[in-house]
């Protein structure tokens, strides 16, 4: 009986002790890792910075676009996450992570592989669907990248195979500029956005000619970006065997118009100024089929 109450005391000291922590504004572990959870499933897509997707396999990254951005916000608020479970490392599948860089200079990792969702390293299990639908997201993402001309170079720490460039030969339009960047032992594949462009295909007997305009880098809203921080200060540029020659310029943060400064290059490498890499670049190829600008910003 003794035993009994030396028990039953101490199991009530325990619970007023916790009552009194989350009353004093504490919370136990798991409360704030959920906590932290749940406030990354509501993020704005106005706190946003950038994202950078990665599917593994085939292990391709790609930078998104703004309209992809909003498109993800949406996806992960209609997540509900369930209790935390990391048995996620036992399952095999296709994973596909969401690399979040927020205005704030923060980051976040989100994973998805149905049924779990792990943000920032901690797995929750949570409903099929909308999981399935993160999935299904980054997919379609890479499926565009391969129908604008390239099948991406699959990355591997310290190297990657080929791009395969016959689909982009056969594209009606020029194939997209590959920008390489190295972070410590990982490599990154960019692709550069596509502007103003003459290309001519071949149909049947004939050829055909096309032409698309746009206006400078400097002014785009949707543009591909690159983080100089995440990069050893290089940017390796991969270009179709179809490239006859090739330009860089750039305009420094901030500016809007006038002349472009001239880029230091080393090879197919641009270095970037520790001060001044940051900007929009423009990149100029002439191709066997026509020739094609793209840009991409540094920040």
């Not at 951005?69 to 048995?87: K, R, W």
């Not at 704030?104 to 990792?109: A, E, Y």
């Amino acid at each position: 009986m003794k035993d009994r109450l030396e028990c039953f005391f101490l199991i009530v000291m325990l619970a007023a002790g916790l009552a009194a922590d989350i009353a004093m504004g504490g919370q136990p572990p798991f409360a704030q890792e959920e906590s932290a959870a749940t406030e990354a499933l509501s993020l704005t897509s106005d706190e946003i910075q950038s994202v950078k997707v990665t599917l593994l396999p085939p292990d391709v990254t790609i930078a998104l676009t703004a309209e992809e951005i909003q498109q993800l916000v949406n996806l992960l608020q209609a997540v509900v996450l369930g209790e935390a479970d990391h048995s996620y490392q036992e399952y095999e599948g296709q994973s596909v992570t969401f690399e979040i860089e927020k205005k704030d200079k923060t980051s976040l990792s989100i994973m998805e592989y149905a049924p779990f969702l792990v943000i920032d390293g901690n797995g929750y299990r949570t409903e099929y669907e909308p999981c399935e639908a993160l999935n299904q997201f980054g997919n379609q993402i890479l499926a565009a990248a391969k129908a604008s001309g390239v099948v991406g170079r699959l990355e591997q720490p310290g190297g990657g195979e080929e791009t395969d460039w016959k689909e982009a030969e056969e594209a009606d339009r020029p194939p997209m500029a590959e920008l390489i960047t190295t972070d410590g032992n990982r490599n990154s594949c960019t692709y550069a956005t596509l502007g103003t462009y003459e290309w001519n295909i071949a149909r049947g007997d004939q050829n055909e000619g096309i032409t698309a305009c746009s206006s400078p880098p400097t002014q785009w809203e949707e543009i591909a970006v690159i983080l100089q921080d995440e990069t050893d200060g290089r940017i390796t540029l991969r270009l179709s065997p179809n490239m006859v020659e090739y330009a860089v310029c750039y305009w420094v943060e901030g500016a809007t118009c006038g002349v472009a400064d001239p880029v230091t290059m080393e090879g197919d490498t641009i270095l970037l100024d520790e001060e001044l890499g940051r900007g929009t670049y423009e990149l100029y190829v002439k191709y066997q089929q026509g020739e094609a600008y793209y840009g991409f910003r540094v920040e």
